[in-house]
């Protein structure tokens, strides 16, 4: 009884903890990039793709890594029995990008490879939600770019970007976004 | 109208229940709009909540809170919401707005929206793809109770209005109902006794009229004696002449002539006694006339000085200009004979009665009891030397019924009598006493129109037989002694005379065909009456004359105390002289 009262306690308190907003980095092992790995499948219901940009349903849609994979499994676990409009997610860890890749969400975090400037700019105006974390200038970024604002992490939208790409990105979203740093690139 | 009690109240209570039923009305409307206010409210707050539950999702799906702050601190702009909450999928709560005093609840209450406690409570699902994310928790103040009171008070205030609109309308017109039955029944009560009162009237006037003559045959009674004694009197002049002349019918003729002379006045004094009385005792309406009261009094001094006793002077002074009255003469008459009655009972020891008679004018105020109108009347004053009366019995002295004499002697009605009769009249009197020294009595009468006096009275004229035509005249008289006399004066007048002992024999006379100028008839006949004869002779003979005479005032002949127009009568008994003139009135020469 003490042992498991003791376990409630501890998730009371986390999420108490959650609650009043605790820094990211206590989150746990790799919180930041826990919650970025969710965040790469949450995007999906915000963005809109020009009819016909992917093979019908039931075929999955493809979450791309291209470059460096920070998440690990955790992305594995994240989008496991999630689903966009009842078709399910499918994880591909890319060395390049190109516009044949065929992906959906591409998560560039650039490598020895190809430098994340150039997996953009392969893809450039495909119809393909690019994701980069951290990126400074606009050749770097994606169209979506996470950030860390107040130890949360926020992301900036290249409206430009996006439109280019033929997506329309929801306004929920659109309001949540941080404004672009690095001018329109 | 007619409204009975029961249909006003049944008003009343309507006006009443129709107040009510506007008031439960007005309270009905009020309540249904509440009720569809609140779930409209609760409508639109769950329809609030389910906004921000949609727009929140990409807030609470990338743990923006600032964001989801943002959200529920835009619904401050609306007054009504008191707290706003988002909580994530695990219940905890993620953003919040609250209005001072007020706390979201720390749990996520279920689903739904819902008034709670004066609160209209919503919470909607925060949904994304299909799975929720976490809850929108809105709490909103149904409406402020100035804003309510603002948006009833009007409605209350119109209804309320109108209700006791209605029911004071219902109540005053019921009222007035009410009144007007009242009203109705009042009038109908006014109406009862109004008939009664004539009712009353009337009988009060038939017994004012039993009491006058009552009161008249109270004084004859109280004269009875003193006119049997009279009337002895007479009958033994009479007698008295008659035996002598039976026994000594050789006597001088100087002294057979003296003794019928006597017996001859005597008689005549009996008759006007009679005639007195009987006109005296005569019922008959109260009809005021133009009286000549010298005259009237001059007639009843004789006959009062005969029946007063002898102890007892009557003396008159009389006005000689004096104006004529209005005044009734029989109760005049009956007036004057209480006021001597009751100067003869004041004067046991005998004394003396005086009748005095003046014009007089009564200035404004002058009648101490101030009902008569001042202006010009005839006075009339009785007057005695006899015990008087003290002021306590002078002032009782006109109460019915009150009397100072022994029980038998009087009723007390007497001069209550003089006193009704002058008020009646529209006159006055006055009394003044003094014990030991006398009584006066004074009536002021009204004066009656000069043109009318002294016309009516058919005693005025006395004439002797003179210059007598000559005609026949058929006499018809039951009693044979009483038609040979009748007989006898008319030859004596220079008439011829037939004779009838009865009304066929009469008709069949004058059927037969003699010239006949008048018919001299009795009234009381057997069989056919002196009327229904002189009816029947006229329908063959219509110029013919007709007298008739009665010792008494017929029925047949006098209607409400007067003579028929037309019909000439010479009451029995009768002079010869009164018998000429008579005739020379209804035969001219």
Known sequence: MLARSGFRSAILGLLLFFAAGGPVAAQDAAPEYTIKATYLYKFGPYVSWPSGAWPPAPAPLKLCIVGTDPFGDVIDRAVRGQEVDGRAFVVRRLPRLDASSGCMIAFVSGSAAQSAAEALAAVKGEPMLTITDGAQSARDRGIINFVIRDNRVRFEIDAAAAAAAGLSISSKLQSLAVPLAGGVG | ?589
């Not at chain 2, 702009?77 to 720390?106: K, Q």
């Not at chain 2, 209450?109 to 406690?117: M, T, V």
């Not at chain 2, 009664?196 to 006037?205: F, T, V």
């Not at chain 2, 020891?349 to 007089?360: D, Y």
């Open chain 2, 1 to 589: 109208m007619a409204d009975t009690p029961l249909l006003s109240r049944l008003r009343a209570s309507l006006a009443i229940a129709l107040a009510i039923a506007l008031l439960l009305g007005g309270i009905g409307i009020g309540t249904y709009g509440e009720i569809s206010y609140r779930a409209q409210k609760t409508r639109e707050v769950g329809v609030q909540a389910d906004i921000v539950a949609s727009i929140v999702t990409a807030a609470l799906q990338f743990d923006d809170r600032r964001a989801a702050q943002e959200y529920v601190g835009a619904l401050a702009a609306n007054p009504e919401v008191e707290t706003a909450a988002i909580y994530d999928a695990a219940g905890t709560r993620f953003a919040a707005y609250m209005r001072s005093g007020a706390t979201p609840p720390r749990a996520v209450p279920a689903d739904g929206s819902r008034y709670e406690s004066g609160m209209i409570v919503a919470v909607s699902p925060v949904l994304e793809n299909g799975r929720r994310i976490g809850s929108v928790y809105l709490q909103a103040e149904s409406e402020p109770f100035y804003r309510r009171i603002s948006r009833y008070g009007l409605l209350a205030l119109l209804v309320t209005m109108a209700s006791l609109l209605v029911a004071v309308l219902g109540t005053s017109r019921a009222a007035l109902a009410r009144a007007n039955a009242e009203l109705g029944r009042r009038a109908d009560a006014l109406d009862a006794a109004n008939r009664s009162l004539q009712a009353e009237m009337q009988e009060r006037a038939r017994v004012e009229e039993r009491l006058r003559q009552a009161q008249k045959m109270e004084a004859i009674g109280q004269l009875t004696g003193g006119v049997a004694h009279d009337f002895n009197n007479i009958l033994q002049v009479i007698t008295g002449s008659l035996e002598r002349l039976k026994r000594r019918p050789d006597a001088p003729r100087q002294d057979r002539d003296r003794g019928l002379t006597a017996a001859l006045t005597a008689a005549e004094r009996a008759a006007m006694l009679t005639q007195q009385l009987l006109a005296f005792s005569r019922q008959q309406p109260l009809m005021p006339a133009s009286i000549d009261v010298n005259r009237l009094v001059l007639g009843l001094s004789t006959l009062l000085s005969r029946t007063l006793g002898e102890t007892i002077r009557v003396d008159t002074r009389l006005a000689l200009d004096l104006a004529p009255a209005a005044v009734d003469a029989a109760q005049l008459e009956s007036a004057l004979l209480n006021l001597a009655v009751n100067a003869r009972d004041a004067m046991p020891q005998g004394g003396r009665l005086m009748i005095e008679t003046a014009n007089v004018e009564l200035a404004a105020g002058a009648a101490p009891d101030g009902d008569v109108p001042p202006g010009h009347y005839v006075r009339i004053a009785v007057v005695d030397n006899g015990l008087g009366m003290t002021p306590e019995v002078l002032a009782k002295a006109f109460d019915p019924f009150f009397t100072t004499k022994p029980i038998g002697r009087g009723t007390g009605l007497g001069l209550s009598q003089v006193y009704g009769f002058v008020k009646q009249s529209g006159g006055h009197v006055e009394m003044a006493s003094e014990p030991g020294r006398g009584t006066r009595v004074a009536l002021y009468l009204p004066r009656a129109d000069a043109s009318d006096a002294a016309a009516r009275d058919p005693d005025s004229v006395v004439s002797t037989p003179a210059d007598l035509p000559h005609g026949t005249v058929l006499v018809v008289e039951d009693d044979p002694d009483v038609r040979a006399h009748s007989a006898n004066l008319l030859r004596e007048l220079g008439y011829d005379v037939l004779e009838a002992e009865d009304g066929a024999a009469a008709l069949s006379i004058l059927q037969a065909g003699p010239a006949i100028d008048l018919l001299f008839t009795d009234v009381g006949l057997p069989g056919m009456n002196g009327r229904e004869l002189a009816e029947r002779a006229r329908r063959f003979r219509p110029h013919l004359k007709v007298l008739f005479t009665s010792g008494y005032a017929q029925e047949a002949l006098v209607h409400g105390g007067r003579l028929d127009a037309g019909v000439e009568l010479l009451a029995k008994p009768f002079t010869i002289t009164r018998l000429a003139d008579k005739l020379r009135d209804i035969l001219p020469p």
